[in-house]
C-alpha cells in the first residue's frame, strides 16, 4: 500500500489502521487514523469510559507511537493511533491535537466510504473474512474511476452511471460461468424445471414415465431401492448421484 512512497503523512480509519506500523518509520512517513477498540495493543485504561468527563481525553506513549482515547460524549470514546505527533497537547476547545488534524483530513476516507455504501455488496455477518465484501466494493468503485478516465464519453446524458456501470461489471464477471454451464450434461432438476414449464400435460407424461423406468438402484443393494435416475454415462440407476461408482 506504501510502495513508492516517502516523506507522507497518511490518515486512515479503523479498516486500514494497525497496531504494529511496520515499514512505516524506515520510509519517513507518519500515519494517523483511528482503532477498533478490540485490538490487543490497547490498553485497558484507554478503552474505559466510566467515571470519565465529557471533553475528556487520556493518552498512552510508545518510543513509535502515541495512543489517544477522546470522549465527546458520556460513556462514549473514540481511539486514535498517531506517529505524526511526538506529544498529547490539548487545544483550546480541550481536543487533543491529534483528533482536530484527523478531523481536518479524513475527508478523502469519509467520501470513500459514503460512495461504496451506495452500492455495496456487504451483509450482515459476524465472520471476520467477510471484509472480502469491503475489497470488492472499493475495487468496483476504483475500477470505475478509471474507465471514467479512459473513456470519458461513455454513457453520456445518462444518470447513475456507477450503477450502470457495476451492472456491466457483474454480467461480464459472470457471462464465462454461464457459458460453461451451457454445455453441462442435462440432470434430473433441470429436466423437472422443464417440464414445468411446458405444462401439466407434460408433468403427467413425464411422472407416468417415471413410474415405468423406476427400477432397483445399483448403489444400494443389496436393499431394495427403486430410483429413476440413471447414470449419464453408462445408464445404470443410482439414487444419490448423476453418475454410479464406476463411471465417476
Request: charged share 25%; aromatic share 8%.
Amino acid at each position: 500500500m506504501t510502495a513508492g512512497l516517502q516523506g507522507h503523512s497518511m490518515t486512515c480509519d479503523n479498516f486500514c489502521n494497525f497496531c504494529s506500523w511496520s515499514g512505516v518509520a524506515p520510509k519517513k512517513m507518519t500515519m494517523l487514523g483511528t482503532v477498533r477498540r478490540y485490538k490487543p495493543e490497547l490498553p485497558t485504561a484507554l478503552l474505559t469510559t466510566k467515571d470519565r468527563d465529557r471533553f475528556s481525553s487520556k493518552s498512552a506513549f510508545t518510543d513509535t507511537q502515541i495512543r489517544v482515547s477522546y470522549c465527546p460524549k458520556k460513556k462514549k470514546n473514540v481511539l486514535l493511533m498517531t506517529t505524526l505527533h511526538s506529544d498529547a497537547s490539548i487545544r483550546g476547545d480541550r481536543k487533543p491535537k491529534a483528533v482536530l488534524d484527523y478531523n481536518r483530513n479524513k475527508g478523502g476516507v469519509d467520501n470513500l466510504d459514503e460512495v461504496t455504501g451506495t452500492y455495496s455488496c456487504k451483509r450482515m455477518t459476524a465472520r471476520w473474512h467477510m471484509v472480502f465484501f469491503n475489497i470488492l466494493d472499493v475495487s468496483a468503485y476504483k475500477a470505475f474511476v478509471v474507465w471514467m478516465e479512459v473513456i470519458s464519453g461513455w454513457k453520456q446524458g445518462k444518470f447513475f452511471k456507477r450503477r450502470l456501470f457495476l451492472e456491466e461489471l457483474g454480467k461480464a464477471m459472470v457471462a464465462p460461468l454461464i457459458q460453461r454451464h451451457k454445455h453441462l450434461p442435462p440432470t434430473p432438476s433441470s429436466a423437472g424445471l422443464v417440464r414445468d414449464i411446458q405444462g401439466p400435460e407434460a408433468r403427467s407424461t413425464a411422472a407416468r414415465d417415471r413410474r415405468d423406468k423406476r427400477k432397483r438402484c445399483n448403489l444400494c443393494a443389496p436393499r431394495d431401492v427403486k430410483t429413476s435416475i440413471v447414470c449419464h454415462k453408462c445408464s445404470a440407476h443410482a439414487t444419490t448421484t448423476t453418475y454410479c461408482t464406476t463411471c465417476a
